[in-house]
């Protein structure tokens, strides 16, 4: 029972991680290929803030929230001048930064020894040590992530976004900051990025490097683009099947050599095949060009 919560907790990070990277690809039509990079900065500082300076694990998560939320300020810029599959690789870039400072400064991060010991979220004394617990905490987060992130979609906001998507010079000519707008909506998905990197933090209580290398940003990009691009139920149907399905190679006794080349030939049959029977995706509004 304990497992199938585990899997639970780990499919409900994902779905924030999915979610806000929807908004930036799926919204926008940005295509960012270094999403982990935002999840890896607020886990980092989250972690590092609660073991250096006894900072609680939420004032934490909200600054590593927000320092993520800055970093996606920065990437940002290039999307200003950069299109495509330069953009894509702009991101790819910064994701190999991250990876790599997060690795080689050891002094701070301890590189690939990681950091252990990271303290869990307590409410009133009470730690959420319980994985029940914290399957509330990250579910009552999910259900808040979605509700902001719909009605951010959903907002005039939401729709100068799906106009960048579309025609990004249309909707320049009709008087819209598109430049303003794609280093905010950056920022929003970075902020809820990295509050994923929190709670995965304080959740398994270690992280090293390996936890964020750029194969995790390439899993999350398939979640989105597997549940459907600009869709918030999407988000979730991806997420959910891409984490959980894997999962059952473990219930066929296949030894971990096998298992792990298994999920990711799974990852890519199931691309495949809805590249080719369905391109927007599973609940996709947009297909990507």
């Not at 994985?131 to 009552?140: E, F, K, N, T």
């Not at 190679?249 to 030894?255: A, E, Q, T, V």
Request: charged share 10%; with cysteine; glycine share 12%.
């Amino acid at each position: 029972m304990e497992y199938l919560l585990h899997i639970l907790v780990i499919a409900g990070i994902y779905i924030i991680l999915t979610l806000s990277l929807n908004l930036i690809l799926g919204y926008t039509g940005l295509p960012a290929l270094g999403h982990a990079a935002f999840s890896c900065v607020g886990a980092y500082v989250s972690a590092l803030l609660a073991l250096n300076y006894g900072i609680s694990p939420w004032i934490g998560l909200l600054i590593g929230a927000i320092a993520a939320s800055l970093m996606g300020g920065v990437i940002a810029f290039p999307s200003l001048r950069l299109k495509g599959d330069y953009l894509a690789l702009a991101t790819f870039g910064f994701a190999v930064i991250v990876y790599s400072i997060a690795k080689n400064w050891v002094a701070v991060t301890r590189g690939p020894l990681g950091l252990p010991g990271i303290p869990t979220f307590s409410i009133g004394g009470f730690q959420l040590s319980s994985i029940w617990s914290y399957l509330i905490l990250v579910a009552l987060l999910v259900a808040l992530t979605a509700f902001l992130l719909n009605r951010v979609a959903n907002s005039p906001f939401g729709r100068i976004l799906k106009g960048i998507r579309e025609d990004e010079i249309a909707t320049e000519s009709l008087g819209k900051n598109v430049n303003r707008h794609k280093v905010l909506v950056f920022m929003i998905g970075a902020f809820f990025a990295g509050i994923a990197g929190s709670l995965y933090a304080h959740y398994i209580t270690f992280i090293d490097p390996s936890s964020f290398t750029i194969m995790e940003s390439i899993t999350i990009l398939l979640m989105v683009v597997f549940g459907g691009m600009g869709s918030i139920k999407g988000s979730f149907v991806g997420a959910a099947i891409l984490v959980i399905l894997p999962e059952m190679l473990r219930f066929l006794g296949m030894p971990s050599s096998i298992a792990a080349p298994m999920r990711q030939m799974i990852y890519g049959l199931l691309l495949l095949l809805l590249m080719l029977k369905r391109p927007q995706g599973i609940l996709g509004r947009y297909r990507f060009r």
